[in-house]
């Protein structure tokens, strides 16, 4: 028989469909003519697949069967298209309330992925889409590991996130794969890896092209036995004794620039199990057994989680409406109406940039290209991406743009005469928005003729870090549909939109003026910058309120309070004009509160001594309460969940804490520190 002949046979023999020998709710099995068994799951009910008690339940059965009946091979994939695993199920994660029952469940997983990374028979797993948390420890038990290398896979353990480390095995696995360095990395930072940094890190043994079927790849991998070899000898090295009681304390430095012990104690279990036990799997498996249901029942993880659940519930109030935008038109090139537009088009969207003359929109199209560069990385997106952002002087783009973003500086008469202006330009499903800080809708709206059409879009600096947007509508006025399309985009574009009610600064800014008010009066009286930024900081929040104004913009400051009415002796404007005269703006002028040098304030950390940053702390934040509890009376979000959304999305108010209703109610209670 010639070679050819064979080969077509071959072909004809391993295209035939495997035999479903399923019985299972959340997996489906099927075996191939050559005894392979190809693994389903698709977990029933759910839009997305989850780790939950029932899917592992199911998993350890079908486990048992392969223990007892092996095949020549397992390949696990994915049922649902486009995905794979999303992580274990956080629903279940309040069920864990006892210490020991937590510890005996976690034992019982833990049986069940080192019975899988036995298994006598050749495993892979492959797969595309989100590959997180558990389901990344799962495919850690497996021989070998192929993701599609497309935009939508993302891999990584974001337990940290959720006041928690890996605890199906991930933190004892993903250091012998890969070395001790780079599991850590991903671990503590809790970062999400596209297939070829995967790859590239160790995490991923294959990669498939975007055309290439995944399931070809993981029968090849089986049948020809393939097994990762581990991390190679610079990756062992990180995990030997020396080398980790040097990366340990490097690693304790770098997590405590960012998060407290005393708030966020999780990574620092994490590196101390590390440091004690990083070359030796078996006692780190036993180390996620003692840490991980301490951690889990925690206050600092059941608030967190409490934060990963108004998340959810941001992005939901972007689904209301069945509305996509591919054409947007900013005006005012500025740096918050330039960042926007820049934004936009990172998201794939086309956009037109107006402003009196071309040299007012340069430095923004330079910022975007920077922007560009830092998240495409390629040349050829970055080009592309430039080819997609219009100068566009004589506002031709206002026509066809499915969205209109207004953001010239905060004048009520010229903003009223722009949208006059634009009202008879605008295609009839156009959303047509204002990114105003502070003032009133109906006001900037009284200009329309149909002044029921418009919403704010109020987006916050830097635009491409901070992911709230308020969508702010006038009770009286706006209609609805309006504001669903506006949550829409907001959503589209990748940002948490929150429905509000337009009064004098909103939501966020409304309580962030009380705040930083506070700061500038204790500022005034002889406390230096420097400790009340830093007693803010110990707090929880992400930084100082002086660093924030001076970031913000002392101008955008003084219009917010001159606009909200917090200042009715006028000091505090007074105060402020002077550094706005001056021409001192803050981080954008290079001068403001602070000196600012690339892009960071300069400090004297010296003149914090001697200072009760905790009593600071008390006198800043009780403003930033009170404006709470009255923005809440007020209702100027639907309820107090979406008040603590937005005010820990919009300003960063303490994670650790739950969000600030929350932190009322549990200091009430006596539950909070």
Not at 109 to 129: Q, V
Not at 537 to 561: H, K, N, R, Y
Request: some cysteine.
């Amino acid at each position: 028989m010639s070679k050819k002949t064979t080969r077509k046979k071959t072909a004809k023999k391993t295209v035939r469909k495997p035999a479903s020998t399923s019985r299972h709710q959340h997996w489906r099995l099927e075996k191939d003519i050559d005894n392979v068994t190809w693994l389903y799951i698709d977990r029933a009910g759910e839009s997305t697949n989850a780790l939950s008690r029932a899917v592992l339940e199911e998993l350890d059965s079908i486990i048992s069967d392969l223990e007892q009946n092996p095949p020549a091979g397992l390949i696990l994939m994915s049922g649902k298209s486009g995905q794979f695993i999303v992580g274990a199920d956080v629903s279940e994660f309040d069920q864990v309330t006892d210490l020991s029952e937590g510890r005996q469940f976690l034992g019982q997983i833990h049986d069940l992925f080192t019975r899988i990374e036995k298994l006598p028979f050749p495993t892979a797993i492959a797969f595309e889409g989100y590959c997180l948390g558990g389901g990344l420890e799962l495919a850690l038990c497996f021989d070998w590991i192929i993701a599609k290398n497309v935009d939508s896979t993302r891999i990584g353990f974001p337990e940290v996130n959720l006041g928690i480390y890996p605890g199906f095995g991930g933190s004892a696995r993903s250091p012998q794969r890969m070395g001790g360095q780079k599991a850590m990395e991903i671990m503590l930072t809790g970062r999400m890896l596209r297939a070829g940094a995967a790859k590239g890190m160790g995490l991923v043994d294959q990669l498939v092209g975007k055309h290439q079927t995944l399931r070809w790849a993981a029968r090849r991998a089986v049948l020809r036995k393939r097994k990762n070899k581990g991390a190679g000898m610079l990756g062992k090295l990180t995990n030997t004794g020396p080398g980790r009681k040097m990366l340990a304390n490097i690693m304790r430095k770098k997590t405590a620039a960012k998060a407290r012990p005393e708030h966020y104690p999780a990574p620092y279990k994490l590196i101390d199990a590390w440091e004690d036990y990083g070359d030796d799997k078996v006692a780190m498996l036993r180390a996620e057994i003692e840490n991980v249901p301490e951690l889990l029942i925690g206050e600092t993880s059941r608030n967190l989680r409490r934060v990963f659940r108004l998340m959810e519930d941001l992005k939901a109030q972007g689904k209301a409406a069945d509305f996509s935008a591919k054409r947007v038109h900013v005006i005012g090139a500025g740096v918050m109406g330039g960042d926007i537009a820049a934004w936009c088009v990172l998201k794939g969207l086309e956009v037109t940039l107006q402003d009196r003359e071309m040299k007012y929109i340069e430095p923004a199209l330079k910022r975007a290209k920077s922007l560009f560069r830092k998240k495409l990385r390629k040349d050829a997106k970055v080009k592309a991406a430039m080819a997609r952002l219009r100068p566009d002087i004589e506002g031709a783009g206002v026509a066809r743009a499915d969205v209109i973003i207004e953001a010239i500086f905060e004048n009520l008469e010229a903003k009223q005469a722009l949208f006059k202006e634009l009202e008879p330009r605008l295609q009839k499903h156009a959303v047509l928005a204002t990114n105003t800080s502070a003032l009133p809708l109906d006001k900037l709206a009284s200009a329309l003729k149909k002044p029921e059409r418009l919403i704010g879009l109020h987006y916050f600096n830097p635009v491409a870090k901070m992911p709230l947007v308020e969508i702010v509508y006038d009770s009286a006025l706006t209609k609805t549909e309006w504001v669903k399309k506006g949550a829409s985009f907001a959503k589209q574009i990748g940002k948490f939109p929150l429905p509000t009610k337009s009064s004098p600064g909103f939501l966020v800014n409304r309580v962030l003026a009380p705040y930083m008010a506070k700061a500038m009066d204790i500022y005034q009286h002889g406390t230096p910058k420097e400790a009340i930024d830093k007693a803010a900081v110990q707090f929880g929040m992400p930084m100082g309120p002086v660093e924030l104004a001076d970031t913000v913009g002392l101008d955008v400051g003084l219009s917010v309070i001159k606009t909200v009415g917090i200042d009715p002796d006028g000091d505090k404007a007074k105060f402020l004009q002077k550094y706005v005269d001056a021409g001192n703006l803050g981080k954008k002028s290079g001068r403001g509160f602070y000196t600012w040098e690339k892009g960071k304030p300069q400090r004297d950390s010296s003149t914090i001594e001697g200072h009760d940053l905790e009593n600071i702390a008390r006198e800043l934040i009780q403003p930033y309460l009170d404006e709470c509890k009255a923005c809440s009376k007020d209702q100027i979000v639907a309820n107090d969940d979406l008040l603590d959304a937005g005010l820990i999305f919009g300003t960063g108010f303490a994670p650790f804490r739950g969000g600030p209703m929350h932190y009322l109610n549990s200091q009430a209670s006596g539950e909070a520190a």
